[in-house]
């Protein structure tokens, strides 16, 4: 007989009534969208770095938003080195992200399953 699992049921959540997972949904905020009490798990350094990534880019984009009222484009090859204003931008979003990358590693350290690998 197929499994019917139900979402509490589910192949990655066979250990109770919250998410398992390798990477977490987010909101635009940046704050997970998954089940209270949710862990992460498989390789540490894997969901370390792909919450990093998936803040970093989400902090810059909201930073851009913030400062420009639009999101950037991948820069030109040849393009000259940006005016006083852009840099302004460019060390915002670095710092942005930076931020987020450290909240990435936090947020995964606190709630990463050992045993789930």
Same mark, same amino acid.
């Given at each position: 007989?197929p499994? !019917? +699992?139900t %979402?509490?049921?589910?192949?990655t959540?066979?250990?109770g009534d919250?998410?398992?997972? =390798?990477?977490?949904?987010?909101?635009?905020?940046?704050? %997970?969208?998954?089940?209270?009490g #949710?862990? #992460?798990?498989? /390789?540490? $350094? =894997?969901?370390? /770095?792909?919450?990093?990534?998936?803040?970093?880019?989400q +902090?810059?984009?909201? !930073?851009? =938003? &913030?400062?420009r009222?639009?999101?950037?484009?991948? +820069?030109?090859a040849?393009?000259? !080195? %940006? /005016?006083? &204003?852009? $840099?302004k931008?460019?060390?915002? &979003? &670095?710092?942005?992200?930076?931020?987020?990358?450290k909240?990435?590693?936090?947020?995964? !350290?606190?709630?990463?399953?050992?045993?789930?690998?």
């Amino acid at each position: 007989m197929p499994d !019917k +699992a139900t %979402p509490t049921e589910s192949k990655t959540n066979i250990g109770g009534d919250h998410d398992r997972v =390798v990477m977490a949904s987010r909101l635009p905020d940046g704050t %997970p969208h998954q089940t209270p009490g #949710f862990e #992460f798990i498989g /390789d540490r $350094q =894997v969901a370390i /770095d792909a919450a990093k990534h998936q803040l970093r880019e989400q +902090a810059i984009s909201a !930073k851009d =938003v &913030e400062l420009r009222g639009a999101s950037t484009a991948e +820069a030109d090859a040849e393009a000259s !080195k %940006p /005016d006083a &204003e852009v $840099q302004k931008i460019i060390d915002a &979003e &670095e710092t942005a992200g930076a931020a987020a990358e450290k909240m990435a590693e936090a947020e995964v !350290k606190s709630r990463h399953n050992e045993t789930g690998n």
